[in-house]
């Protein structure tokens, strides 16, 4: 099985910054692409920023020029920074990971979640 396990999160104040890290473990055979999302209260789910694993990136326009997304394949793991951060990136930040691994022998590909950490933007 894969686990991915996010650190970083916290309050701070608008203008701040604050760096998320996400690492998955497991038997896992090739990361296909890597990812941050958000959820605020009331909200879906949304896309932050995303990292295949030839290096392409892409981010929701709201955070453009001022997230950056960056990983180490070899290490499974995938950073986000944030800077100039707003009241409206408020939201529990939740990794997110195409991978590809083993049960036994058998071999699988699927998308796996962390367990969300806590963003806080405010005075």
């Known amino acids: 099985q894969v686990q991915l396990v996010e650190s970083g999160g916290g309050l701070v104040q608008p203008g701040g910054s604050l760096r998320l890290s996400c690492a998955a473990s497991?038997?896992?055979?090739?990361?296909?692409?890597m990812g941050w999302y958000r959820q605020a209260p009331g909200e879906e789910r949304e896309l932050v920023a995303g990292l295949t694993s030839g290096g392409s990136t892409n981010y929701v326009d709201s955070v453009k020029g001022r997230f950056t997304i960056s990983g180490d394949n070899g290490k499974n793991t995938v950073y986000l920074q944030m800077n100039s951060l707003k009241p409206d990136d408020t939201a529990v930040y939740y990794c997110?990971?195409?991978?590809?691994?083993?049960?036994?022998?058998?071999?699988?590909?699927?998308?796996?979640w962390g367990q969300g950490t806590q963003v806080t933007v405010s005075s």
């Open positions: 997110n990971a195409d991978v590809s691994y083993y049960v036994g022998s058998h071999r699988y590909r699927r998308n796996h």
């Open positions: 497991g038997s896992i055979v090739s990361t296909h692409a």
